[in-house]
């Protein structure tokens, strides 16, 4: 018999990396870890505008079942983004708008969801972020087992409890917990460089230049030519 379990993690990142993640984006952070992490674009934010950085609590449920949803709840600590993945595709609507409303109460922050979601006007009402596979009336059961706070896949991505999730409009990056503060320093370096890039681009000048472009256009065997007068 598969062994199901749910574990009390106590392993958290400190709220000021993960305030510092949020700030800089998962677009940013995805490139400060050298690329990795991003999880794909098949789950989108159900309203725009939202951007968070948590420590995940993950969940691993049956398709259709949102039974260890539930249990995991009670895992919860102030600023925990809920991870949940099922053991095989699902687009059902596993979380409402209750089912929210009890993870609000206990600190989660927002939902990373690889299955469907529904209630979705009142989740924008409650200004609480999820970032899902699908939007789908389709009810879920409780009635399978199921385990909390261990690794799952999501999108491609290992993900374990602590890390780093960050999701914003462009998507969801997960940054492994012993990478987390690393990534943030090479976020804000980035984002230093791309002010001043900003700045140069804005006064006109191309990115052919500041990029340094040119000798590679021309390794390429890219040449420019005039199609003379008209």
Known sequence: ???????????RLPGDVLAGLAEAGAATAHEADGRRGAIG??????WPGARIAGSAVTVSCHPGDNLMIHAAVEQVRPGDV????????STDGMLGDLLATSLRAHGAIGVVLDAGVRDVAELREMGFPVWSRAVSTQGTVKASPGSVNVPVVLGGAIVRPG????????GVVVIPFDRAAAVLEASRKRIDAETAKRERLAAGELGLDIYRLRPLLESLGVTYVDDGPA
């Open 1 to 11: 018999m598969t062994r199901h379990v749910v574990v009390r993690s106590t392993r």
């Open 41 to 46: 674009p098949d789950l989108r934010p159900i």
């Open 82 to 89: 809920l991870v949940v993945t099922t053991t095989s595709p």
């Open 163 to 170: 890390d780093a999730v960050v999701a914003d409009d462009d």
